[in-house]
Nanobody, 125 residues
């Protein structure tokens, strides 16, 4: 079992920055590839970014590449998402997720076994 708790969401103006954190407990953190997803009302949860267990490889959705950076600190059991140049269309509830393999990067929500409760990010224009 893996427990995930997100933090760092909030209200920011367009062009601003936020850093989300996801604290993990349970299974050895480095054993899991991790991902960030987001969801707005009435829409399906969509992939944002993923990172392998050791942090050596990352994968982003096209619309955030160059603006968002996913990283992890395995010594602190924490996943991060640095979000820069935020746009109103980035407004969503952001979720972190843990896979069950260290090297599998996938944009599919079904590829992740554990989920946090989400943190709201609101970008005003």
């Amino acid at each position: 079992q893996v427990q995930l708790t997100e933090s760092g969401g909030g209200l920011v103006q367009a062009g601003g920055s936020l850093r989300l954190s996801c604290a993990a407990s349970g299974r050895t953190f480095s054993s899991n590839a991790m991902g960030w997803f987001r969801q707005t009302p009435g829409k399906e949860r969509e992939f944002v970014a993923a990172i392998t267990g050791g942090g050596g490889s990352t994968y982003y959705r096209a619309s955030v590449k160059g603006r968002f950076t996913i990283s992890r600190d395995n010594a602190k059991n924490t996943l991060y998402l640095q979000m820069n140049s935020l746009k109103p269309e980035d407004t969503a509830v952001y979720y972190c997720a843990a896979g069950v393999e260290p090297l599998r990067l996938t944009p599919a929500a079904g590829g992740y076994a554990y989920w946090g409760q989400g943190t709201q990010v609101t970008v005003s224009s």
